[in-house]
């Protein structure tokens, strides 16, 4: 898996789509099966592997987010579990997620980074 710095499309969110307003649950937990599925066969080091599972988690938990806050608060809790560091850094091309997130998942990071500013 590489990633490409550029924008190559926009996903747009919106509440009230045909296509995608029933199915956003499983098109989440999709993303988390596929990069499982990758990860079988890649050769990541551990700190990849957890990169790489931090980011499914942060796609489903936009992908979901507008119509199931619990469960998009769940794939922030597990990608900031997996690795913290990378929510302070997101590629650009998930530059936008925070947006989606629930006020909720926002506050939280808000707080942390209070506190780690207090405390250096």
Known sequence: MIHIPRIRGYWRHHDNSATNSGRRVAMADERIRLAAKHLESAGF?????????????????????RNDDAAAFHHFAAA???DREFLDQLPENMAA?????????????DLQNIAQSSAR
């Open 97 to 109: 997620y925070p947006s989606l997130w629930p006020l909720e998942v926002q506050s939280v990071l």
């Open 80 to 82: 900031r579990q997996l």
């Open 45 to 65: 080091k551990e700190k990849g592997r957890r990169r790489v599972m931090a980011a499914a988690h942060l796609t489903a938990g936009a992908i979901i987010a």
